[in-house]
């Protein structure tokens, strides 16, 4: 299992798109471009980010874009 300093590593040392899943109440869903500078100030203000499970399973595409999937099972 990640935990949220993996990802905040993974994010501070690529330079690509990252990608929510955002589900629908019909079911469907779609992914949505976010902002990258953004998402890692949100990480890092948790305490202690090595000690915590990141709740969501992350893919990280061929050409290098993450996916950052939020309707994963835990």
């Given at each position: 299992?990640?935990?949220?300093?993996?990802?905040?590593?993974?994010?501070?040392?690529?330079?690509?798109?990252?990608?929510?899943?955002?589900?629908?109440?019909?079911?469907?869903y779609?992914?949505?471009?976010?902002d990258?500078?953004?998402?890692?100030?949100?990480?890092?203000?948790?305490d202690?980010?090595?000690?915590y499970?990141?709740?969501c399973?992350?893919?990280?595409?061929?050409?290098?874009?993450?996916?950052?999937?939020?309707?994963?099972?835990?």
């Amino acid at each position: 299992m990640k935990t949220y300093k993996d990802i905040i590593d993974l994010l501070e040392n690529t330079t690509e798109l990252v990608y929510v899943s955002v589900y629908y109440p019909s079911g469907r869903y779609e992914w949505l471009p976010v902002d990258r500078i953004e998402y890692l100030r949100q990480l890092k203000m948790i305490d202690q980010p090595e000690n915590y499970p990141f709740p969501c399973f992350v893919s990280v595409d061929s050409d290098l874009e993450v996916f950052i999937h939020s309707k994963q099972e835990n």
